[in-house]
């Protein structure tokens, strides 16, 4: 099967799909129709077949979906089928939070190790993890064997940062700086971007309202 | 010139534009070419030429582009030459993350209410702002002229505290809350995900690793 061709639209929605069938699989719903999991994920129900088809036959005709299996092919097929090692970047109010933030810890993300640059952060304390000085970054990152590194820096130190992960060997980052990071073509970045999610909003309002029909 | 017409991508590129006009501002430099700009956004120039004809034209032939009249173009285009009015809901630790961080005053966003439903949290105080009971929200919301409220809540009272910012008449919502929101077609959504991000992140970094090249 060749992953790489698959469209990065059905990755992001193959990962909507997991997230509504954990939720109905909490639920104990054993069956679900195509047609409702795309009610609840905001699609149509031939797109999910269409996602879905890429990689393999997964529904029971006249049945619908197995709720349980659906959801272990899909976290299989994204790779959530096992333990991700994060290390955060920057302790500040943002990177706190997402050190605290549940959600992680519920999808098997786990924080290993937690770096900042100020000496008043450096050796306190955010629930198990003892925040490490930028400075001992790179050798820490190899050694803890972190698959993620998690920047949420000031948007002049994202750039610096995100060089010592990748020399460390991390492949994968998540991006909260807003500022685009040059990386080489091996290493994967996603971007939150929050203010872009805004700027668009802005825009949608201001055109209506300009808007002449 | 049709607004409602541009594809979202541009949008959201025309929004990177800004970012790195204004970064340019900032340390004085005064002309740039399209192909610098590219560089800096990660795009080809020929893109941004595409990106800026839906609205006109604003480069100089030989010369490139006047970085403060471009940007005070784009932020027009964008609908960030106003302030805009921001309401959170729920103060959990992502939402006092984001009252505190400076990235949205920055650029002319400001959070004007926040409400959360723990007793405890209302009336106590962060940076300007008293943190209001969800019950008072769609009053408040209405008095208080929010354009855009931000959902920081827990899933299951996303939907419910959505809808109360709809009746209060706002048309803008962000959702930092791992849900699809139900909204009706006048109202604009745009969902800030970072376990879907981090989920692409496993798939791509899964299926490098299982690739057979």
């Known amino acids: ?7 990065e639209i059905t990755i992001h929605r ?12 909490m639920n104990n719903v054993k069956v679900i129709s195509s047609v409702d999991i795309a009610e609840a994920c905001g699609v149509n129900s031939a797109q ?22 659906l959801l272990f092919e899909l976290r ?4 959530l089928n096992q333990e991700w090692r994060l290390g955060l970047v920057g302790v500040g109010n943002l990177g706190a ?14 924080f290993v190790k937690a770096f900042d640059q100020d000496p008043k952060k450096i050796g306190s304390q955010i629930g198990n993890l003892v925040i490490d000085p930028v400075g001992k970054m790179e050798n820490e990152i190899e050694k803890a064997g972190i698959d993620i590194g998690v920047i949420a820096t000031q948007s002049q130190m994202a750039q610096e940062c ?5 020399r460390a060997g991390v492949n994968g980052v998540l991006n909260f700086a807003p500022i685009q990071l040059k990386t080489p073509p091996h290493v994967h970045i996603e971007n939150v ?8 909003l802005c825009y949608k309002l201001t055109a209506e309202s300009k808007a002449p029909f």
């Open 97 to 110: 939070a997402l050190l605290r933030h549940a959600v992680f810890l519920k999808r098997g993300y786990t």
């Open 14 to 25: 193959l990962s909507l799909y997991a997230r509504q069938l954990a939720l109905l699989d």
């Open 76 to 79: 299989k097929i994204l790779g």
């Open 48 to 69: 999910i077949r269409k996602d879905l088809a890429y990689f393999g036959e997964f529904g029971v005709r006249g049945i619908g979906y197995y709720v349980r299996d």
């Open 193 to 200: 971007d929050f203010t872009l999610k805004l700027d668009a």
């Open 162 to 166: 995100t060089d010592i992960l990748i």
């Open 1 to 7: 099967m060749k992953y790489a061709k698959i469209p």
